[in-house]
């Protein structure tokens, strides 16, 4: 059966049709640029139409539309709505809609690419899987921040986390390499790509996780501050001169290895930069390193226990120094009892089977349960 996955993000649309028997991919392909003159692709409901045509045409994957079975959508925000993902119907619109404010460069591309496959690839059941929806699990200790509860009933301000399909997919990869079932595990999945993020994967489901309300918070990542002490806002805020604007260029797209080190927001260049013997570039490193480490050690105390570490990402599937440092670490702690693995994420795949999932038990009720 083919599912054809699809990921708009704020300015490209990514994608990928899978023969969901063989768990492997027949094409692949980005529509990059969107939005700029130059890309020939002037929004997000056109580059679905470019997508289709490359699929028909260009690469002569399939004949016709309707030897696709089911589409599946990378949506970044579900609010507190989604704990799973769920068929793409009037109402699951109007609620991605309505998250929009939470994720106001993510959401509404996504919508724009749901709108558009409704048109040209009419009548194929259309999923949404949320990053966010791994984490709904999280209990309140652990997504209520410390300000008045009023700004949590008037705005939704809450935890919810992100990446929330690529940790799944570890952790369920994790207990399949382990041997061992994943409702007896104790996990500390650890996601580091351009953003980075780690969560406490206990019984299979999440108990915490690094990033919060917005994908700012917790690790140092390319170009995102993580955790910082929020006095810092209003005070430079007050010194600079600074606006809302401008404050969140820099906490979002001038910190992170780029604002510490001074070279680049690729970790490729601050690891090359650190063997010449920059100062800075091994500082961005350390606290990048430390704080992983910070969070390690917080998980395991929150689980009451750690099975095991699991290192994903661009960063975190290339970097082995990080894996050595962090095992080396806990070695005295947890005396080898938990093993630190590096396990390739896969989030398209996890889409196309929770979307091969629901298409299939929806058709096994319009037939009326019999397979
Ligand atoms: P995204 O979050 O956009 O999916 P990736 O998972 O591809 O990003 O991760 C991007 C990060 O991975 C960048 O910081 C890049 O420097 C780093 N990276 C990719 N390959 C390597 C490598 N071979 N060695 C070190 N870092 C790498």
Avoid: W
């Amino acid at each position: 059966m083919l599912i054809l996955v699809i990921n708009c993000g704020s300015s490209s649309a990514k994608y990928q049709l899978f023969d969901i028997e063989s768990k492997r991919h027949i094409a692949k392909g980005i529509v990059e640029r969107i939005g700029e003159k130059r890309s020939g692709c002037e929004n997000h409901y056109e580059s679905i139409r470019i997508i289709k045509d490359r699929l028909l045409n260009d690469g002569a994957f399939v004949e016709s539309v309707s030897e696709i079975k089911g589409i599946g959508h990378r949506v970044v925000h579900g609010g507190e709505e989604f704990g799973e993902a769920v068929i793409i119907d009037k109402k699951v619109i109007e609620s991605i809609e309505m998250s929009s404010e939470l994720a106001p460069l993510h959401n509404p591309p996504s919508l724009e690419g749901i709108r558009a496959c409704k048109r040209y690839f009419p009548g194929i059941p259309q999923i949404a899987v949320f990053d966010t929806a791994f984490h709904q699990s999280i209990p309140p200790h652990a997504y209520i921040y410390g300000i008045p509860f009023i700004f949590y009933k008037k705005y939704k301000i809450r935890r919810y986390g992100f990446h929330g399909t690529s940790h799944r997919f570890v952790a369920n990869e994790a207990a399949r390499i382990l041997k061992k079932p994943i409702r007896k595990l104790k996990l500390v999945t650890v996601h580091l790509g351009n953003g980075c993020s780690m969560a406490a994967v206990l019984s299979g489901k999440s108990v915490d996780t690094t990033m919060g309300f917005t994908p700012l918070e917790g690790l140092l990542m390319g170009t995102r501050s993580g955790d910082l002490d929020p006095a810092i806002v209003t005070f430079l805020m007050e010194k600079e001169g600074f606006g809302i604007r401008r404050i969140n260029e820099i906490l979002n797209k001038e910190s992170g290895f780029l604002g510490v080190s001074g070279i680049s927001n690729d970790m490729r260049d601050v690891l090359s930069e650190m063997k010449k013997g920059n100062r800075r570039a091994a500082v961005a490193f350390e606290i990048f390193v430390y704080r992983i480490k910070k969070y390690i050690g917080a998980y395991a105390a929150v689980m009451g226990g750690l099975d095991a570490v699991v290192l994903t990402g661009g960063i975190g599937e290339n970097v082995t120094r990080i894996k050595k440092e962090l095992s080396r670490a806990f070695r005295p702690v947890l005396r080898g009892q938990a093993k630190f693995l590096i396990i390739p994420t896969n989030e398209e795949l996890l889409i196309a089977e929770d979307t091969y999932r629901l298409v299939r038990n929806k058709r096994l009720s319009a037939e009326g349960g019999s397979d």
